[in-house]
């Protein structure tokens, strides 16, 4: 709160100082020349004091920040300030050198660093960062070992900000692998728990990734509402991240309502505070928002360029989820361009991806994809098989909406097709 207001103060001080000097050489303005000295003198303290409360924040004493994670949601980090004064020292070398790995985009280095960290003195908040790279390098089974000791680890401590943490880590672990219903279940309650520890930043991020759960299981009415309160809060704590995060989740319920126009509005408004933060996986996020926007224009060309723009940020922060997803959506784009065979291509190879990181989430849509390419080529019983494959992993996850609908309308119709040959 105090730093936005120092600094319009010192801009404004600036001005009125310019105005005084430039004022003071008229002849009819003669006798405001004695205040240039003190508005002159004012204006330095000022800028003095607000440098000098940069640079205290430099060592920020805060235990939690946030971090973009995969698909648009929100991870959790612990800071050094978050582990007591006697492991500080003896963790400094591991968990310092998986700080400076995570910021650099380093996450496989990041998660050796944390794993021996925690092999030298367990700690949940070293599991917490260790979860959240290995959510990042799809590494689920672990993250979610390392996540559920973490929790056990919480119960004896008086402040529940990392047991709060971790639940909204085990959030989105769940979200990745497309158990929705459990993410629900664990955001709700990190916000509890949060909103106890009156962490206000820390609510919104949950909430913003509860927006995006809700959107996935087609739950519009619950994805506004949970919208509506994070923006709420992230206005009253300032979070840049979870600002953008918030426009880039209003921009994907804009897109799943044909509300284009205004998506793509919300998607440059993401993409400005992104650049600023100079955060890879969020620029990565809304260039296939993006992508999906001109997707459902048919502009054909422009979402191929967002997609391909997605899939090089992908690689360069090491979002093997991220990378996955950007290929269906470019096989999407061949798909609508009727070069089926390649998009079957890229399909096949994204369902691998999502196969080898266990996202149940990922691999039910991108069978469906592969239904509709088989259907076309007219691999009528391939086609069915995929499909039936894709409903099996949708009913395991509780998903519902307009992709489980257009599953089975396309079941029934190469059903149909199939009696009639």
């Not at 985009?105 to 050796?112: I, M, N, R, T």
């Amino acid at each position: 709160m105090v730093q936005p207001a120092l600094l319009r103060l010192c801009v404004a001080l600036s001005i009125a100082t310019v105005l005084v000097l430039l004022l003071a050489s008229v002849p009819v303005f003669t006798w405001i020349a004695p205040s240039r000295s003190i508005f002159l003198i004012v204006s330095i303290v000022c800028w003095g004091i607000l440098f000098v409360f940069y640079s205290l924040r430099q060592d920020d004493p805060r235990k939690i920040v946030s971090a973009q994670g995969p698909g648009g949601d929100i991870l959790q980090i612990a800071t050094h300030h978050a582990l007591p004064k006697r492991l500080r020292k003896e963790k400094e070398d591991s968990f310092s050198l998986g700080e400076n790995q995570f910021r650099n985009g380093d996450y496989h280095g990041a998660a050796e660093s944390f794993l021996r960290a925690l092999e030298e003195s367990f700690h949940p908040a070293t599991a917490l960062n260790a979860g959240a790279v290995l959510i990042l390098i799809a590494d689920f089974e672990r993250a979610r070992s390392v996540l559920s000791d973490g929790l056990i680890r919480t119960h004896h401590f008086t402040s529940h900000l990392l047991e709060a943490a971790l639940h909204a880590e085990s959030g989105v672990l769940e979200a990745r692998m497309g158990n929705m219903q459990e993410a629900l279940e664990a955001y709700e309650k990190a916000a509890d728990l949060f909103q106890r520890e009156g962490d206000g930043r820390g609510r919104g991020d949950v909430l913003l990734n509860a927006a995006n759960a809700s959107i996935h299981r087609g739950d519009w009415q619950r994805a506004r509402k949970m919208l509506v309160e994070a923006m709420r809060a992230h206005r009253r704590n300032g979070g840049r991240l979870g600002r953008a995060n918030a426009q880039a989740c209003r921009a994907y319920i804009q897109i799943e309502c044909d509300e284009l126009d205004e998506a793509l509005l919300t998607i440059e408004r993401a993409t400005e505070i992104y650049q600023q933060a100079r955060n890879t996986a969020g620029l990565s996020h809304v260039s296939i928002l993006r992508g999906n926007a001109h997707f459902k224009r048919f502009e054909l060309e422009e979402a191929l360029e967002a997609y391909e723009a997605s899939s090089v940020l992908c690689k360069q922060s090491g979002d093997l989820l991220g990378e996955a997803s950007a290929k269906v959506n470019v096989g999407n784009v061949h798909f609508k361009q009727d070069d089926v065979a390649a998009a079957l291509l890229d399909y096949e190879g994204a369902l691998e991806v999502h196969k080898y990181a266990g996202n149940i989430l990922g691999q039910a849509r991108t069978l469906s994809n592969i239904g509709s390419a088989l259907s076309r080529l007219r691999r009528i019983e391939e086609a069915i098989e995929a499909l039936e494959s894709a409903r099996i992993l949708y009913d395991r996850i509780g998903a519902r909406g307009r992709m489980v609908d257009v599953v089975d309308r396309l079941i029934e119709r190469l059903k149909n097709r199939q009696r009639k040959a």
